[in-house]
């Protein structure tokens, strides 16, 4: 494995992403009917923020654990009761109380835990809040998308820009289904997750867009190779940036994730962090394994690429055929050579017969 890797990073390895699309495009189906499955019979596990709620916030006197907070209001009438700590005890969330119930509430956390009933804090939030919010993300992705379109149609061209709008939405569809059949809670901060993804799986697509656009430039009627095999040299010229890019930036969101929620109890981070978890290694999927082939598939129907492939498989095949070939010349031509020469031989050797005869005359 480690050969492997190494032979990786040096550049000596050449993996056949484009040749292998139906495998990705499988590969991506099968995660998007089960993202979409979880989104369809589990839903999103939207936050106070989004749905109303209560949300109360007190420090026990005590040591106790979360399942004896959860039954604590569960016994003063709360149903669904969210329980989570922080630097500053416990904060628990359930849905929207009457009053006489938030009242028994706070009567019931005071007395069990040894508390005065002001020092219960009570938050009351409103479904509309969460509306608001929903709604500008939504406008917010929207201007997003059109922004890319815009911006990759006229830096690059459109299908360019449809292979990379197709890939920013294969992520926040597996993003969400991730969600959907976690349970994560989807707050503020995980929409925020969300636009961050979708900038950093652009940021990568658009390099290895202009990689392609830079190979595929100097393809011609005498190319040598199709459009496939460009596509596919100029991806695995920034395979290694990618990934290193990946590996760069996923460390500090995994620390965040599995050590800050684990170990410190940082709760209120791990709603951004999962989507930033999953969205990197999807975004670095997409714009390898989707984006690619998809722009590929579309630029290999144009008239110009079509000649190219045509013309090569009429002459045994594109860069692979040519390489071989190459291989088999100089062994050719070496032959040809020692032909030629034994010729000369064989020609010296007749001449000298020749002369020798008119010597014999001679005398």
Not at 235 to 242: A, P, Q, V
Not at 319 to 339: E, I, L
Not at 352 to 357: D, F, I, P, S
Request: with cysteine.
């Amino acid at each position: 494995m480690s050969g492997i890797a190494r032979r990786l990073y040096r550049g000596e390895v050449n993996v056949d992403f484009v040749g292998r699309k139906r495998l990705w495009y499988s590969l991506s189906a099968l995660l998007l009917v089960i993202s979409i499955a979880g989104l369809v019979f589990n839903g999103l596990n939207l936050g106070v923020e989004f749905k109303g709620g209560s949300v109360f916030s007190f420090k026990p006197a005590a040591t106790v654990d979360i399942e004896q907070v959860r039954t604590t209001f569960t016994d003063a009438g709360a149903h669904q009761v969210i329980v989570q700590t922080t630097n500053n005890g416990w904060r628990v969330t359930t849905e929207a109380l009457p009053a006489d119930t938030v009242t028994a509430v706070q009567k019931t956390v005071a007395q069990k835990y040894g508390l005065p009933q002001d020092q219960i804090n009570l938050q009351v939030i409103g479904g509309s809040w969460g509306g608001q919010v929903a709604n500008q993300a939504i406008i917010g992705l929207v201007v997003f998308m059109l922004a890319i379109i815009l911006y990759l149609t006229l830096a690059f061209e459109w299908k360019m820009a449809l292979a990379a709008v197709v890939a920013l939405l294969h992520d926040l569809v597996i993003t969400a289904g991730v969600y959907a059949w976690s349970g994560f809670e989807v707050t503020p901060a995980t929409l925020l997750g969300f636009l961050t993804i979708l900038g950093y799986s652009l940021y990568d697509a658009v390099v290895v867009f202009d990689m392609i656009k830079e190979v595929t430039a100097k393809l011609g009627t005498t190319s040598k190779m199709t459009y496939t095999e460009a596509a596919n040299n100029a991806l695995n010229h920034t395979l290694i940036r990618s990934l290193n890019t990946t590996l760069v930036a996923i460390l500090p969101v995994a620390a965040i994730l599995f050590i800050g929620t684990t170990l410190f109890g940082a709760g209120t981070l791990k709603d951004l962090s999962l989507a930033l978890f999953v969205g990197m290694l999807v975004g670095t999927y997409s714009s390898l394994c989707v984006a690619t082939p998809l722009l590929v598939t579309l630029k290999e129907r144009e008239p110009r690429y079509q000649a190219i492939a045509r013309r090569l498989a009429s002459h045994g095949g594109g860069a692979a055929s040519a390489a071989k070939k190459a291989v088999r010349q100089p062994v050719a031509a070496g032959a040809s050579n020692g032909t030629v020469a034994g010729s000369n031989g064989t020609a010296g050797a007749a001449g000298g017969t020749v002369a020798g005869g008119e010597k014999r005359k001679k005398k």
